[in-house]
């Protein structure tokens, strides 16, 4: 690129047409490509742009006027465009199509091409003898112009000389190449009936009443009298070569101007599309945003439920405790009594001292069941506490639908702008200044997208708000679940509940005993099993152990285990299937939930589906167990 560029930069105006050459050579090498297979012509210098199929006689006038074109086109432009205006005139001039029948300038002789003619084509007619003929004033304009209607004159003067009582006639017809045939024809007439100019000079004393004519020339033009200054007035004098010369240049002159004017739509087509792209992009961009709200909101409700499993699991133990001391205490006044009663038959001081003792145990009796009221107290205010989690967790799942909602509104209103801005844009290169219809057009999109944007902004701030609420509820939902765990570890430690504590990306041991005891006798199984966890655990808490890679499906990037990965291609090969799917499971959690520390994390899980257990799932079990343990009690 930077030779191109230092070669462009070397290129003056001056130089464009010995340029022009080496682009030429290439075309007709076949280096660059003009006509395509299935025959649509195309500009092999604008590879860039959006239209790449051309008429012949397009892409003749695009080449052309490129070549001479506006200030921003560059020299090496100018010359390639320059070659390829001659490639198409020379090399593919069978493409061109057939031009529509039009008046071309009359093919005449090099001497006539040089000769000077009135212009406007001026005809002369002399001779007029009489004023009147056969009831006709021949002094009138509408009568010469009937008598030569098949010429096709415009007006018609006639001049008098009262002195000789004779007169003479100047026929005007059209400044175009046809006005010239009629006023040839006109003059091939007078030819024909031997009234000619020349006829005219060689004239005797005695002429008739017969009219001569012809076509003026620059003679006549500069003749004495009455006609000689009328043309002088009128016109002037051109020859014919003159005339296609300036035709030329006037219609090259157009097609320049069409092809600057062409070149210059495409530039706007070119910006408004970057524009459209530009738009695209931001619309991704957006997108990606919203899906990282989702993970984010995601990642927020699983950390405020875990928050919530280890509250609930703490209440449950301290629950558990209070129960147990009352058990006991129950139980040893229940001993107490039946001593007591074995006593009853003892002496006096004896029943005295029973006496006592039974007025301490109604106290210690009226103490239990203000503690008992206390216990069933607690017992509410658990229910309480799970009845509000249930709540809260409702109250987030409606937030979250209309956060979704309304980030779905917002997406809408967007896309509804920027397809505003966009018809707004296109309303703008559609209509000038002076189109009232679409003036009114444009005032009533802009009032609209003035309303849209106002709308969106309200929904952002809505959105704000409820992000805001949303990251506060899941902020709580992760305290709860994360005291739920803490509170629940002995609860839901058994492996025989459905509903318990997983300890996620540690590994399971059964998959390395199962494999040792196959390979090794029982003492030796067991070390191999210790030392073979021992060894995989430690690995997987190196951050630097990461065999992971990045994949790409259905458009997004996703992050998969890299099963070619040496470690792992050993492991399997070495230990069997069955171990590699235990360290991978492991891999894998402490991905998800602990890709930085590499430390285990404890997780509320539902055994029976083996999935991580909502909150839902936690209380129904813990209310499940109170109930349980009311019954025993």
């Given amino acids: ?37 299935n025959g649509i012509l195309r500009c092999p210098f604008c590879a860039g742009k959006k239209k790449q199929g051309y008429k012949y006689k397009d892409l003749l006038q695009h080449s052309t006027g490129v070549s001479k074109g506006a200030s921003h086109r560059s020299a090496k432009q100018k ?41 406007p084509w001026t005809g002369i007619v002399v001779n007029i003898h009489n004023k009147r003929e056969n009831g006709k004033d021949l002094d009138s304009s509408s009568y010469w112009l009937k008598k030569f209607s098949k010429y096709k004159p415009l007006a018609v003067e006639v001049f008098w000389d009262d002195q000789e009582l004779i007169a003479q006639a100047v026929v005007r017809f059209d400044s175009d190449w046809t006005g010239f045939k009629n006023a040839m024809e006109f003059e091939n007439f007078f030819e024909a009936d031997h009234h000619s100019k ?6 005797s004393s005695s002429l008739g009443s017969n009219i001569y004519g012809w076509v003026a020339r620059d003679d006549d033009y500069r003749s004495e009298g009455t006609v000689g200054y009328y043309l002088r007035k009128t016109g002037g004098l051109k020859t014919i070569s003159d005339l296609i010369q300036e035709a030329t240049e006037n219609r090259n002159k157009t097609v320049a101007n069409l092809a600057n004017e062409i070149d210059m739509k495409n530039d706007n087509l070119d910006q408004l599309q970057v524009k459209y792209n530009e738009r695209t992009m931001s619309l991704s961009r957006m997108l990606v945003e919203k899906d990282m709200l989702h993970r984010a909101f995601s990642e927020e409700t699983r950390r405020m439920q875990r928050i919530a499993r280890e509250h ?8 558990e405790l209070l129960n147990m001391e009352l058990e006991n205490k129950r139980r040893q006044l229940d001993s107490w009594s039946k001593e007591l009663n074995k006593r009853e038959a003892l002496t006096e001081r004896e029943k005295q ?17 203000m503690a008992s009221k206390e216990q069933k107290r607690a017992d509410e205010n658990v229910l309480r506490l799970v009845e509000e989690q249930k709540r809260e967790k409702e109250d987030a799942m ?6 979704e909602r309304n980030l779905v509104e917002k997406q809408k209103l967007e896309m509804e702008i920027e ?49 805001t609420k949303e990251l506060l ?21 058994s492996s025989r509940v459905n509903i318990g504590i997983k300890r996620m990306g540690e590994i399971d041991e059964k998959s390395f005993q199962n494999t040792c005891k196959q390979r090794f006798p029982a003492e030796e199984a067991e070390i191999k099993t210790a030392e073979l966890c021992s060894l995989w655990q430690d690995k997987l808490k190196n951050p630097g152990f990461h065999p992971f890679k990045i994949i790409q499906v259905d458009g997004k990037h996703e992050e998969v285990l890299d099963e070619d990965d040496e470690s792992l291609f050993k492991l399997k090969d070495e230990w069997g299937d069955e171990i590699y799917n235990g360290v991978t499971t492991a891999l894998k959690e402490l991905n998800e939930y602990n890709p930085s520390g590499r430390y285990v994390v404890p997780e509320l899980w539902n055994f029976k589906e083996n999935r991580k257990a909502t909150l839902k799932e936690v209380i129904s079990y813990i209310l499940k167990q109170l109930k349980t343990l009311k019954r025993k009690r």
């Fill in 1 to 37: 690129m930077g030779s191109s560029s230092d070669e462009e930069s070397d290129i003056s105006d001056s130089e464009i047409t010995e340029y022009s050459k080496k682009p030429y050579e290439g075309l007709k090498s076949g280096i660059y490509k003009v006509k395509g297979s």
């Fill in 79 to 119: 010359a390639n465009h320059l070659a390829l205006a001659k490639y198409l005139e020379n090399e593919l001039a069978d493409e061109a199509e057939p031009l529509p029948q039009r008046v071309v300038a009359p093919v005449a002789a090099e001497s006539e091409q040089t000769e000077l003619y009135c212009w």
């Fill in 198 to 203: 020349k006829e005219w000079g060689a004239r």
């Fill in 312 to 319: 609930v699991q703490r209440v449950l133990d301290e629950q």
């Fill in 353 to 369: 001292k029973l006496e006592e003792e039974k007025q301490k145990n109604d106290v210690r009796n009226n103490a239990l069941q």
């Fill in 398 to 403: 409606k937030r979250v639908l209309e956060l």
């Fill in 419 to 467: 397809e505003l801005k966009g018809k707004l844009e296109v309303m703008k290169h559609m209509g000038g200044k002076d189109d009232a219809a679409v003036q009114k057009k444009i005032k009533e999109m802009n009032e609209q997208l003035d309303e849209k944007i106002e709308e969106m902004d309200g929904l952002e701030d809505l959105n704000k708000q409820l992000v």
């Fill in 473 to 493: 509820s899941n902020d709580e939902l992760q305290k709860a679940r994360k005291e739920l765990i803490a509170g629940l570890s002995e609860m839901l430690s």
